[in-house]
């Protein structure tokens, strides 16, 4: 332990650390219409500090429910919608939105940027969230929310058993906050890899934008998982399809499989980034470098990629077979092994420094404390016969409050205090931080260790009550308080958040003597971020500059189209979207189905006949941007307007298509050949018509005037988009229509 | 007897047998020879104008990574596993040419001279991991198909161990099927997965080399 003072800005030239004039007092619309990084991440976090309120009371409305044995506190259709709200409030509305504010604050400021790469798509992200959740919320205003769990299992979750709307208004809000999940995710990317400072490579990267970069790929590969589940809940529901019912073929285990192939990864996508805050805050507070960066980098990478593929460990009470139950459960023991020696990392870094306990650490010290318990019971789970008799008991409830709330949470916080003085310019106090921690550590072990000793004691989960058992009123009990005491330390942080914004000691640029470059402009920074970014030439570049090591510029890093990283990264999650689709389309063709099938209903040759238009369209847009390039502004609008007609005509046709099967009633509710067929084709043609929208609109830009060299970079995004549409449609008419001709 | 019998020619009564064997030839056996060559062999090679051109010709990612996934979803294909089941020659050629295809697969990842190498490591991450996502796609189809490859529905049984497979192990073809399509789905993906590893590794290591000491201390320094 060292008291070693901490001294504002050392190491940062003046010109750098200058207070910065602040511009006059902004007003609410200037939040409502900002595109700068800075504010959309505050909003983030205003917005889920409201949600993690809501999220919380209801919380203390069921362990006031489960205090004691035969409670009526809540009625159990009562406690089945607050149960399923305060996880789906928990995981999508505050731990994933909360990881992306940080992100989206951070990101640019880390890497010596101005802004994210694509400000407006940032801003959409935003509102696309905050829509998703207001809309949630608004099924109580409609009289029931959702109440299936979280992860909403079919059949409970499909219209025969879910009466009422609340799973309509879960599925849609669910939607829209993956679309500004994953819209988040590509400008994160886009925005690591095209606007890091000169020197600034990809493996001097700060550790937290390391992770976030990899959990942005993780979103991009699982979200869209999730996206295309829920449109086939939602045509279930809405169109009286039958993907998740056993009426009709459908199969509930494919809900399964399709929810925890998004379900798993997104545990990680939960997690990453707080290994990445735990990465930036001990080795600033140990005064030494991170032990083993290479390794923290590399395993992240690692884990990203094993969560994509251990999916069924979730499933291992479904009866799936002996076969995959050992596949799996092998595989997800393996994650512990980059994950543990991530733990040994930190505590490595820790050794031989010297540490300053201020509130940031001592949260930073308490996650690798939680996450290691509750890494360890996650390891228990692996083991099949220890899951099968642990599953949807409190144990479960036990391990994931350990991984997600001891763990990301503890890290968040961690974070907060660490970086609230560059977004406020003001530190948080001290001593309400010490009583911040301590009454939340003490809280949440007391609300959650027991648990553990319930489940194994065979209480189950999602029950509105239980029997008197003996010690089982007690255990509830001081779970029951410990959540009270958690609720205490909220208000605690709350009021050191109000104080401190007020009254609180000024910041300066650098409080903490960090190393990396959002360190290097003012608290609060600028609009424009950076005055002057400093050279960077290692990983710690402000270190670097307090000693002179600098001797030379440093040399930009590999940059790319911005448009195209995000366009390709775009059709990246419209890929893994379509896999999707294609995989239930090609699953139910193999089971026996009554009816019309793509055999006796479908037209091949008039498709093919159209399939020729869409591909031919794919060579015309070709031409056109050739057209482009030899600056021949006159044969350009020739072929895109061709390029429009063709997409029309394919569009035409399916329309014709359409019109002729539901005339002869086949339809999305008639069997599984007509939902997996109209929702694979109707997606598709939803496609080819956002395309169409975007040529339309570059073709009314051409018609009015020239265009110019900027322009032909958006062309070439609209192209990447229409040859995608394209490639999709000739695997799905191969599977559909060529199929038939076998 | 029988059960050394069963060990060399396991492949003739399960699917998972057969889909271990692929595994070993075309993933590991491979990368595991192109890790032990001398670095030495392979300069003497390329010393040679027609090796070197041969070499320039194969490693390209494109034609690479075609010929080691392709392998291994051609052999895989209902009809070509049946016929390499039923024709001699074809059996004789498998093997082999896994092996061959493996090898020219590895090739950019693993040379023994590093020039030859795929750069940047990132690029190789992504070429691996493609190999992944085509290799878990082939094994969930495996696993979740409800059509058994005809070759192991009913064995030959030349051996006398159906019964042994049959009643004592207790694997059912439905079953032999699914172990085969899981440990392509996953024990495979890891494999990709540990040279992932391996390549970041390695690209770590150079960047710790070759930047200048931007820490003079000793351990535990205090900043």
Known sequence: ?742 | MSLARFLISGDAYLFSFHMAKHIFLLLIAPALLLLAMPRSWAETAMRRPAIAALERWINRPAITWITGVGAMILWHFPAVLAASMSWKPLHTVEPFSLVICGAIYWWPIFSPLPRLRMTPVPHAAAYLFFSCATCTAMGIVITFSPLLYAGYAMPADPYGMLPIIRDNWAISPQMDQQIGGLLMWVPACLIYLAAIMAMFARWYAEETTTVEPADGDKKGCIA
């Open chain 1, 1 to 742: 332990v060292s008291d070693i003072p901490i001294t504002p800005g050392l190491g940062v030239p003046e010109v750098m650390g200058a207070g910065y004039p602040q511009a006059e007092r902004s007003t609410w619309l200037d939040w409502v219409s900002t595109v700068d990084h800075k504010r959309i991440g505050i909003l983030y976090l205003l917005a889920t500090l409201v949600f993690f309120c809501i999220g919380g009371t209801e919380a203390i409305l069921m362990r006031i429910q489960l205090a004691w044995a035969g409670n009526t506190f809540l009625s159990p259709d009562m406690y089945d919608q607050v149960f399923t709200m305060h996880g789906t409030t928990m995981i999508f509305l505050v731990v994933v939105p909360l990881l992306l504010g940080l992100a989206n604050y951070l990101t640019p400021l880390m890497i010596g940027a101005s802004d994210m790469a694509l400000p407006r798509l940032n801003a959409f992200s935003f509102w696309a969230f905050l829509f998703g959740g207001i809309l949630l919320h608004f099924s109580f205003l409609n009289g029931h929310a959702p109440d299936a769990g979280w992860f909403s299992y079919t059949p409970l979750s499909d219209q025969g058993f879910s009466l009422r709307h609340g799973l309509d208004y879960w599925a849609l809000a669910l939607l829209g906050i993956g679309v500004g999940t994953i819209g988040t995710a590509i400008n994160l990317i886009a925005t690591i890899f095209n606007l890091r400072t000169d020197g600034l490579t990809i493996r001097r990267l700060p550790l937290f934008v390391w992770m976030v970069l990899v959990n942005s790929f993780l979103i991009i590969a699982a979200l869209p998982a999730l996206n295309a589940s829920l449109v086939m809940l939602l045509i279930d529901r809405q169109l009286n399809a039958h993907f998740f019912t056993h009426v009709g073929g459908g199969s509930p285990i494919l809900w399964q499989h399709y929810f925890w192939a998004f379900g798993h990864p997104e545990v990680y996508i939960m997690v990453l980034p707080a290994f990445g805050i735990i990465s930036e805050v001990i080795p600033v507070f140990s005064r030494k470098e991170i032990f083993g960066y290479g390794f923290v980098a590399a395993s992240t990478v690692a884990i990203g990629i094993l969560s994509l593929g251990v999916w069924a460990h979730h499933m291992f009470a479904v009866g799936l077979g002996h076969a995959w139950d050992y596949a799996f459960g092998a595989s997800s023991m393996l994650i512990a092994v980059p994950t543990g020696v991530k733990i040994f990392n930190w505590v490595a870094t820790m050794w031989g420094g010297a540490i300053r306990f201020t509130t940031s650490m001592l949260f930073a010290i308490a996650f690798l404390f939680t996450f290691t318990i509750g890494g360890l019971t996650g390891v228990t789970f692996a083991t099949v016969p220890v899951d099968w008799q642990l599953t949807d008991t409190y144990y479960v409830v036990a391990h994931m409050h350990y991984v997600l709330f001891g763990g990301t949470l503890f890290a968040v916080m961690a974070g907060l205090y660490y970086w609230f003085p560059k977004m406020s310019g003001r530190m948080l106090s001290e001593s309400y931080g010490k009583v911040h921690f301590w009454l939340m550590f003490i809280g949440f072990h007391m609300a959650f260790f027991i648990q553990h000793i319930l489940g194994l004691d065979g209480m189950p989960r999602r029950v509105y009550t239980y029997p008197a058992l003996p010690g089982w009123t007690a255990m509830n009990m001081i779970s029951s308080i410990g959540v009270l005491v958690l609720g205490i330390s909220i208000l605690v942080l709350l009021a050191n958040i109000v104080s401190s914004l007020r009254a609180g000691a000024p910041a300066g640029p650098n409080p903490w003597n960090a190393w990396t470059l959002e360190w290097a402009t003012s608290s609060p920074p600028p609009e424009h971020d950076f005055d002057a970014v400093p050279p960077v030439h290692g990983r710690r570049p402000l270190r670097d500059l307090s000693r002179s090591l600098i001797t030379h510029p440093p040399a930009p890093p590999r940059r790319f189209s911005t448009i195209k990283v995000a366009m390709a990264t775009f059709i990246a999650s419209e890929a893994v979207f379509f896999v999707f689709l294609i995989a239930a389309y090609v699953f139910f063709h193999g089971a026996t189905v009554e009816g019309p099938t793509a055999r006796n209903s479908l037209n091949p040759p008039r498709t093919l006949i159209f399939t020729i238009c869409l591909l031919a369209s794919s060579g015309t847009i070709l031409l056109a941007e050739r057209s482009l390039t030899r600056s021949r502004q006159k044969s350009f609008r020739g072929w895109l307007a061709l390029t429009i007609l063709l997409g029309a005509a394919f569009l035409a046709g399916q329309g014709w298509e359409y019109s002729d099967l539901i005339s002869k009633n086949i339809v999305p509710a008639r069997n599984l050949f007509g939902a997996s067929f109209f929702t694979l084709t109707g997606f598709h043609g939803f496609h080819v018509l956002c395309g169409l929208v975007a040529l339309a609109a570059l073709f009314g830009i051409a018609v009015r005037r020239n265009f110019g060299s900027k322009a032909s970079s958006g062309l070439g995004a609209v192209a990447m988009y229409w040859h995608f549409v394209d490639a999709v449609w000739i695997v799905i008419f191969s599977l559909v229509y060529l199929t038939v001709w076998l």
